[in-house]
């Protein structure tokens, strides 16, 4: 079954407003990484939170972690239309023998100028 | 420039061929993914190595063959594909095969006629 599932699957806003993203998942995680993607390309880390943390800062990026609703959330602040792009959250989990990434679905963020 | 090349950018095969993608990574990383990207899927692993050994196998047809020489290039060979397979292919790397970041090529786009 998947693990990642992202809300909503597009968004579209103003440039200069905030953009937040959902990510569910449904096991137990060891840390949830978010990626973005521009159209056709490949995709680019943003941001990794463990199980054991609630919130992470980079830049314009905001993440929480909320592993009792096993939930996560991506806050995009000041967009600019540079940020349209495809945003993926993944989970890390061990299966077989090696830990791995089970990507959602992603949202597609668009940015308006 | 994530450190993480593949060639060809663009493939385009008849189900008789035999073809190979290729990737190379420049971070001295010990582990190296391939990924399948549908329209409208979520990314699909296919193969794990580790210290050039395959780890995992997440059930992928045999007409995809990988090879992993060393831990700086993989490949995937093609045999006998169906238009089904056509779609983003994408390598990624990481130090291990723990708690990390990814870096993803930028992807091969295989068409299958």
């Known amino acids: 079954s998947q693990q990642g599932e992202e809300d909503p699957q597009a968004l579209s806003i103003q440039e200069g407003e905030n953009a937040t993203m959902n990510c569910s998942y449904k096991?137990?995680?060891?840390?949830l990484q978010w990626y973005r993607q521009n159209s056709g390309r490949g995709l680019v880390h943003l941001i990794l939170?463990?199980?054991?943390?609630r919130e992470k800062h980079s830049g314009r990026l905001r993440v929480t972690l909320d592993t009792s609703k096993k939930s996560s959330s991506l806050l995009i602040t000041a967009s600019r239309a540079a940020d349209t792009a495809s945003y993926f959250c993944?989970?890390?989990?061990?299966?077989?023998?090696?830990?791995?990434?089970?990507f959602g679905s992603g949202t597609q963020l668009t940015v308006l100028p | 420039e994530t450190g993480v090349t593949q060639t060809p950018r663009h493939l385009v095969m008849g189900m008789t061929n035999k073809k190979s993608l290729k990737c190379e990574q420049h971070?001295?990383?010990?582990?190296m993914y391939w990924y399948k990207q549908s329209a409208k899927k979520p990314l699909e692993l296919m193969f794990v190595?580790?210290?050039?050994?395959?780890?995992e196998n997440n059930s992928v047809p045999s007409r995809f063959s990988p090879e992993c020489p060393n831990s700086s290039h993989l490949f995937l060979h093609l045999h006998t594909l169906q238009p089904e397979d056509s779609a983003l292919y994408l390598c990624?790397?990481?130090?291990?095969?723990?708690?990390?970041?990814?870096?993803f090529g930028p992807g091969t786009r295989l068409t299958v006629t």
């Open positions: 096991t137990s995680i060891n840390n």
């Open positions: 990624a790397s990481s130090p291990g095969t723990g708690p990390y970041e990814q870096y």
């Open positions: 971070l001295g990383h010990n582990a």
């Open positions: 190595y580790s210290l050039e050994e395959r780890v």
């Open positions: 939170i463990r199980s054991n943390e």
């Open positions: 993944a989970t890390d989990f061990s299966s077989g023998s090696a830990r791995q990434l089970t």
